[in-house]
């Protein structure tokens, strides 16, 4: 009962978002595929949503199907084109790797497999990715476990063990509470609760469905679960940006290479980031230093100064563009283009 007591606080509370079909409550409906969300949504709003929040991918999931409606739009865009409208949610490898599985399930006839084997064939589709794409839009009855998911299962079950260590046995009791009838539903509610009521902090246990059963509440330890591993101090690493600017106007980008950090993005000339950066500035100038940002990546802080110089020299890599607009630039970058621009 556990699950249908989760189903039916979901028909009444499911979250609505642009991706997402309203839940189906006649169990006969779910095998109509027209109740069914799109495999393309599905996979699009997932690789968006790691590591990111529902809130700020709702405009970039929106801009990306308005722009590129179907799977195979997308694989026919030009990557640049991609990787700019891409540009702030983070973790560019997503990005490379959406445009590589977009072109691959094009070139298998623009079709998305619907069986989990299968799904994991396909470039950038992990374990997590295609558990949800098997449940939500093919209705199968997968595992799907992420942060949220496994919150609740460390809970509810009063898993002490901390993670990583717990992840196969919260992993095996999210499987023994998923039912045959409307997993995909059942898959969202388990999130939809994560997200909205057994949230990290302060969890609304009171008008929780699964309250009653609880076994992290009754312990009184909900709250402390699910513990972790304490984490290691990310490492400071530094670099420096060039901001080049034409008396004309024109200001200097490159695009960086197609592998490795920040790969294929348009961006400001820079050094390395590393513990001793060597400068490497595009062009000879009289470079001068605007100030500094900070940003911090997955594995690492960056401190990234900002040199600012106006140079009608030709530059050694890069290219001149008439107005740079931050919005296209990798967060790092847009940082670093805005305080060079208020540089007097």
Excluded at 232 to 248: E, L, M, S, W
């Amino acid at each position: 009962m556990d699950a249908q007591t989760l189903l039916d606080w979901y028909d009444a509370n499911a979250r609505a978002m642009p991706w997402r079909v309203p839940p189906v409550t006649d169990p006969m409906a779910s095998s109509s595929t027209n109740r069914r969300a799109d495999p393309y949504s599905v996979w699009l709003s997932e690789v968006m949503l790691q590591q990111t929040t529902v809130a700020a991918v709702r405009d970039y999931f929106i801009k990306f199907t308005t722009r590129w409606p179907t799977v195979t739009d997308l694989a026919a865009a030009p990557d640049e084109d991609v990787m700019a409208a891409w540009a702030g949610l983070g973790y560019y490898a997503r990005a490379r790797n959406l445009l590589k599985c977009a072109r691959e399930v094009t070139a298998r006839g623009g079709r998305f497999p619907d069986t989990e084997a299968e799904l994991l064939t396909l470039p950038g589709i992990g374990p997590y990715t295609a558990a949800a794409i098997a449940a939500i839009a093919f209705d199968l009855p997968a595992v799907v476990l992420d942060g949220n998911v496994e919150r609740v299962m460390a809970r509810r079950h009063a898993v002490v063990e901390p993670l990583p260590d717990s992840k196969q046995t919260l992993r095996a009791l999210a499987a023994s509470h998923t039912p045959q009838v409307r997993p995909g539903d059942y898959a969202q509610a388990v999130m939809d609760l994560g997200a909205t009521i057994c949230t990290p902090r302060n969890p609304a246990c009171g008008i929780c469905p699964w309250m009653s059963e609880c076994e992290g509440r009754l312990a009184g330890i909900a709250t402390e679960l699910p513990r972790k591993r304490p984490k290691k101090a990310k490492p400071v690493r530094h670099g420096t940006a060039y901001f080049a600017r034409r008396p004309d106007g024109a200001e200097l980008l490159e695009t960086r290479p197609p592998k490795g950090l920040l790969g294929g993005m348009l961006a400001l000339p820079s050094t390395d980031f590393s513990d001793d950066p060597q400068p490497a500035p595009p062009l000879e100038a009289n470079w001068q230093i605007a100030g500094e940002v900070r940003h911090t990546f997955t594995h690492f802080h960056l401190i990234l100064t900002v040199a600012v110089a106006t140079s009608a020299a030709t530059p050694e890599r890069g290219l001149w563009v008439e107005a740079a607009n931050p919005d296209d630039l990798p967060t790092v970058f847009a940082k670093a283009l805005r305080l060079a621009r208020s540089h007097r």
